[in-house]
């Protein structure tokens, strides 16, 4: 069987000329010469945008690959004293900073600074906290005061440790350190809170340093100054070629205070071991020419921040260095109330001769409130009540007078004002009254209340400058006003609407406390002609349970001891006001007074007193303080412990460390109802019998605002 197959025949191809090849090539041609040609305007069009348009800019961007512009931090204006010297000024150094976000390897890092600028072993521990807290391009210092030779071999490592920033400037510098620690604050690298305040680049370029506490922080602004700059040529590796151009920083302003340099000084050394505080002020213009608080820390070494070592010495320490006891401090002030207290008595029209029998105790209701002086004082008038501290004579009176009267004429003298201050923030106590307990305890002002106020305990609060305005208005008669900032046309003070009649009764009862037959007469003046007036007073702090308050308790114990005094007494020019915290009482205090007074009249006198006193002590302030910081980095070199915000809080604030809990106000009535508690005040800390309850709360506050 034949089997046929069909076959397709192929397709002849398709014939295309000459011609439709031409055009199909063409065509082709022309549309990628269309799009080569379109792609070649838009590269001519960019490069004219780049080239024309854009030319500025990056003219710039090349110029900043080639020049490296830095800010250069202006030198703050200097803070002086009332006499043009300096009491912050700016010194030139060298000084290392780091910026974390340009370190590489930071141990490494960390060990050859470590080596070449020698830090110990708690400077590396501080700064490696610094760089763990620290965020972006601010920047960390790591040391000022470097030497020549430690910043010539550190520059020369650079390539190798990125990050570090060496340079020259200008540090703040206190000439006198410790003394001026409270008054002046100190400055600072910014925080990452501060920066998000005022985003200034300023802020974090390398060495700058803004104001943290004081006079530093307030007048911040003023003080600032405008940054220079310098342009400088630079390789890729960003090594500098060449200088190019520099722009001079301008310094800040100066701001002249009315602190006295020398007797600033002078009375934060005399302050010796104790912790307390001296204000002096001129009779004047009101102007402050001392406030001095002790102990304190140094501000040229307090610039850069609390470290670990530094932080374990300043809290360890029950004295609360960190506290400025002048504006801070709240104390219940004792006698020294006693001279406002007869200005009322003779307002309300207490003849000044009328007398009380003190035979050591006055019975008030149910209960028997004693004097100081447990044999009594005998027949006491207004004159012998100030200056032999007769509590009886108060207790007495004040219940015919009422608190009332009593609380008008602290307020009139400056007690429970806030002052308008370049500080930032008062502590002004409590000036308490019949309708204060009632609104802060809901509680009636009972006689009881009354009888404690008048010799100063109970609710009575005050902090030390408030007791220097209250000297100087009894002192002057005129409505005196603080003031720090000195200026050229300050206005004068008003007459105190009180008779003058009745001031210099007080004022010569204050001239018996020190020259007659009173409770100071160790405080008069080894200067001739020149004579003292004052009024003593001691304060306790616990209840009786712990103790009398004298020197043969615990220190934290002990009474608070005050003295206000005037001088001289026939012209008043300058009045002043000493604190000491426990120190058993007012004769810890008068010393002070005397020897800080006869510095104003015969510096060379007082000087000689010191040197023998910081003989005894060890040497001045700055010297013990850094005596103390050695001992605590040989004990503990890194290892104390990291502080935390809150401890940082507790230690600034005004309760003194580890003190034993004072009477609340429930319990200061019972013991007032009952008689557990005696109230007294004592003018000696050898004498001190008896002292009333403290006051609740050292944040009650008075119902007054700023001083008008």
Known sequence: MVSLT???????????????????FDRRTFAIGALQGGVGLLLAGRMAWLAVEQNEKYQLASESNRVDLTLIPPRRGWILDRHGVPLASNRADFRVDLVPERIVDRERTLAVL??????????????????????????????????????AALSVRLPDLPGVVPQRGFSRFYPTGPSVGHLLGYVGTVSAEEYEKEKNPLLITPGFKIGKDGVEKYFEKRLRGQPGARRAEVTAAGKIVRDLEMREDVQGDPVQLTIDGPLQDYAARRLGLESGSVVVMDLEQGDLLAMSSMPSFDPNSFSDGIGRLEWKMLSEDDHVPLRNKVLSGLYPPGSTVKPYVSLAFLKEG????????????????????????????????MAKG???????????????????????????????????????????????????KKKKYDSDWQTFDTVNATIGQGYMLVNPLQQAVMTSRIASGRRLQPRLVLSNDPKPAPHLDIPDEHLEIVRHAMWEVVNGGGTAGRARLPVPGVEL???????????????????????????????ISFAPYDNPRYACAVAIEHGAGSSSAYPVARDVMTFLFDPGKALDVLHDYERQW???????????????????????????????????????????????????????????????????AASAEAASPPAPSSGAVSPAGENP
Not at 422 to 433: A, F, H, L
Request: charged share 25%.
């Open 533 to 563: 007036s004052g009024k003593t007073g001691t304060a306790q702090v616990v209840s009786l349970n712990y103790g009398r308050g004298g020197k043969d308790v615990p220190w934290k114990y002990r009474d608070h001891g005050h003295f």
């Open 386 to 436: 100030i200056y032999q501290s007769c509590d009886v004579y108060f207790y007495y009176f004040a219940q015919r007078v009422g608190m009332q009267a009593i609380a008008d004429m602290a307020r009139k003298l400056g007690m429970g004002w806030k002052y308008p201050l370049p500080v930032e923030s008062q502590s002004y106590g409590t000036v308490p009254d019949p309708a204060w």
């Open 618 to 684: 060890g040497g001045t302030a700055q010297e013990r303080l850094a005596r103390k910081y050695r001992a605590y980095e040989n004990a503990y070199g890194g290892s104390a412990p990291k502080p935390s915000s809150t401890e940082l809080d507790r230690a600034t604030g005004t309760a003194t460390a580890d003190a034993p809990p004072p009477l609340n106000a429930a319990q200061s009535q019972r013991a007032a109802e009952d008689g557990s508690a005696q109230t007294g005040s004592s003018p000696d």
């Open 114 to 151: 470590g080596e070449v600028l020698e830090l110990s072993p708690a400077a590396i521990t501080d700064l490696r906290d610094k760089l763990t807290e620290v965020r972006g391009f601010r920047p960390v210092e790591v040391a000022t005061g470097v030497d020549w030779e430690q910043f």
């Open 350 to 381: 207490i003849d000044p001769e009328e007398s009380v029998f003190c035979g050591g105790g006055l019975r008030v209701g149910n209960r028997v409130f004693r004097c100081w002086k447990r044999g009594g004082h005998g027949t006491v008038n």
């Open 6 to 24: 069909w076959r397709k025949r192929p397709r002849a191809p398709k014939r295309v000329s000459a011609g439709e090849l031409q055009n199909a």
